[in-house]
């Protein structure tokens, strides 16, 4: 595979992170890196002496050797600086959400399609091992369909100025949610509370329904005493236990559920109280394979698992959920 020369827009929070995997990808060169923010840019300049920084956009879109570029901003900033980025050539990778409207996301998957461009949204739980471990046990006939899931995803902070809870947190969750049911809910509620800054939601409880039947319910919190990275998913048959914190065994199967049995005109419960495992999941790093993805996708042309309408899709439940649809 020959090597593939990028370069990341925004070296923030999110940016930090894919620079520091990029490098560790052998088949990437990062060639360039621009971020409006100076003080920014002399955080990392230090550490990648080998790295082009600058403050200008143009910069990435005149520089022909680059064959795709990574963008880390504020979400309000994704649509214009990725319909620039496609325009000029490049290969793009957009960190979650996609874009803040669908109207965006919609034009930017027509222009990509149209100009054989690639695109990736950075959903980075669909290349978890561990999410994907859940995939594969819910494909088992042993676990039936799924009935109902929750969703917890809470901590202390990080309040963000650009975005409320819902647009910070939401799309882990959501895409999650669409890669296991593989599929859009019909319908949708929401609860928030602005605890912090006024007519800012910093905690948001979201029920969801799905076609197929399974339901779901997500809780987020920017205003919480414990970190809780959690997902409940109670099948037909068992259930499953997803602790994205827990080092050792984050994902258990428990064989435990209920069964209603006739006698005489009358109906009983019983309650199967069986036995649990963990199973094996590789160690590795999500966000690593995830840019190991990108890079496979944009040397081969392949579209990526979190592509553009992956990405439209996750738009849409957000603005249905906000009620902007």
């Known amino acids: 595979m020959d090597r593939i020369k990028v370069a ?16 560790e990808v052998p088949e990437v060169d990062v060639k360039r890196v621009v971020d409006v923010n100076p003080e920014a840019v002399e955080e990392v300049k230090e550490r990648y002496p080998g790295v082009l920084f600058s403050q200008n956009l143009e910069d990435i879109l005149k520089d022909d050797e680059i064959h795709a570029v990574l963008v880390a901003t504020p979400v309000k900033e994704h649509y214009p600086i990725a319909r620039e980025l496609i325009l000029s050539g490049k290969d793009v990778f957009i960190e979650k959400p996609f874009t803040y409207t669908s ?33 594969e046990l819910l494909k088992e006939d042993e676990m039936g369909k799924p009935v ?38 019909e319908k949708v509620n929401l609860i928030t509370r602005s605890l912090a800054i006024e007519n800012h939601p910093d905690v948001a409880f979201i029920g969801l329904e799905f076609p197929s039947g399974t339901i779901a319910h997500v809780e987020l919190s920017w205003v919480a005493p ?69 890079v496979e996708c944009v040397s081969n042309r392949k579209k990526p698992l979190s592509d553009g309408r992956m990405g439209l899709a996750i738009v849409r439940m957000m603005e249905k959920i906000e009620g902007r649809c």
């Open 8 to 23: 990341l827009v925004g070296c923030g929070y999110w940016g930090k992170k894919l620079l520091r995997v990029l490098h």
């Open 226 to 294: 414990l970190k809780v990275r959690d997902m409940v998913i109670v099948c037909e048959k068992k259930m499953i236990v997803y602790r994205d914190t827990e080092p050792q065994e984050p994902v258990r199967v428990y064989d435990k559920g209920v069964e209603k049995s006739f006698r005489e005109e009358n109906w009983y419960l019983t309650y199967r109280m069986g036995s649990s495992y963990a199973p094996y999941i590789p160690p590795r790093e999500p966000l690593r394979v995830e840019m190991e993805e990108f």
């Open 148 to 185: 109902y899931i929750t969703s917890r995803r809470m901590n202390l902070g990080i309040h963000r100025y650009d975005v409320n809870v819902i647009w910070d947190l939401a799309p882990h969750d959501l895409s999650i949610l669409y890669f296991l049911l593989e599929e859009e809910p």
């Open 103 to 135: 109207q965006e996301a919609e034009e930017l998957v027509r222009l990509a399609e149209e100009r054989e461009r690639i695109i990736m949204v950075g959903h980075t739980y669909q290349y978890s091992p561990r999410v994907r471990k859940i995939k």
